[in-house]
């Protein structure tokens, strides 16, 4: 080796950002002012992070946001009707302006809606469930994704539920729900093209959650209806399958369970995030039916 020859020192090595979930790190939580939405932001608020609750009712929000400073969190409450893209975006500058970023969204707000014939739903009531379940996720993503982008690494977290995975059922609320599940899939497809792309790759993580049962006051989401989705269906069938609906939800999960599972989740970057097993049968049997080109089976009793 001649004199001047010299072996270059190893390039330093490349930081390994922390994880999206850890102290400091921003997240927003639509439909947050209770049920799975308060269960993350609680869980979320926990782990240290600084969270924005959004939520279409106004008094809710703010006593949830009290009570999660209370305890010691940062946290912001923003008024939003998820439906209105322009009211996201009002929230995705209202979260940069407070906290300069946003590294985990958390697309989980939702309405139910009715579970009768499907050619007996007016207009108002399909524009109300897909607007709220499906538009704003769409919403969310339109907003936020390119805050997403320009983080270390970051998540999105789109609800869906075990109706959006096995036969469709609940009328507009199954509809909704399977295309978010699509919807999930699609954005999962993106970000793996753009990690791909010379230059380019930001770390977003994705999941999508299909909570089985949880007790929750979901049944009750036609509070915040709008006078738009027409008056409220009171036949008997569809009082019937609403019971139905509720008694499911008594047995189900708590908030609190779902979120811990969320957060699980999230860290061993799992995509699908189901909350309980007794309907894996149901899941596995859909699959089998559309290879077979067999009707669908009732998911449930």
């Known amino acids: 080796m001649a004199q001047n020859d010299s072996v270059s020192p190893p390039p330093p090595p490349i930081p ?6 850890s102290p400091g790190r921003v997240a927003v ?10 269960g993350l932001a609680t869980r979320l608020a926990a782990e240290g992070m600084r969270v924005v609750l959004a939520d279409v009712e106004a008094p809710a929000l703010t006593v949830a946001a009290r009570r999660l400073a209370t305890a010691g969190a940062d946290v912001l409450p923003v008024v939003t009707d998820v439906s209105s893209l322009a009211a996201v975006e009002s929230l995705r500058d209202a979260a940069l302006e407070r906290y300069g970023a946003v590294h985990l969204l958390c697309n989980n707000a939702g309405v139910g809606g009715p579970h009768g014939p499907i050619w007996e739903c007016p207009p108002g009531e399909w524009d109300w469930v897909l607007g709220v379940n499906l538009g704003g996720v769409i919403n969310g993503l339109r907003a936020f994704m390119p805050v997403l982008l320009q983080q270390d ?8 539920s075990i109706f959006g995975v ?16 699509a919807l999930s899939e699609t954005l999962y497809f993106n970000l793996q093209a753009t990690r791909s792309a010379p230059g380019r790759g930001p770390r977003v993580g994705v999941s999508v959650l299909c909570p089985g049962a949880v007790r929750t006051n979901f049944g009750t989401s036609a509070r915040n209806r709008p006078a738009s989705a027409g008056p409220l269906s009171s036949s008997a069938d569809e009082r019937a399958s609403a019971e139905q609906f509720d008694r499911l939800s008594a047995l189900g999960a708590s908030p609190s369970e779902v979120a811990d599972i969320v957060v699980e ?3 061993a970057g799992r995509f699908y995030v189901l909350t309980s097993a007794n309907r894996n ?4 049997r859909r699959a089998q039916e559309i290879l077979d080109g067999t009707p669908p089976a009732p998911p449930f009793p």
């Open 29 to 38: 939580v639509t439909g947050a002012a209770s049920g799975i939405g308060l």
């Open 153 to 160: 690494v970051a998540h999105v977290l789109n609800t869906s």
């Open 281 to 284: 049968g149901a899941v596995a």
């Open 16 to 21: 390994v950002p922390p994880p999206v979930i």
């Open 166 to 181: 096995f036969a469709g059922a609940l009328g507009p609320y199954g509809v909704s729900k399977h295309a978010v599940t």
């Open 265 to 267: 989740a999230i860290r």
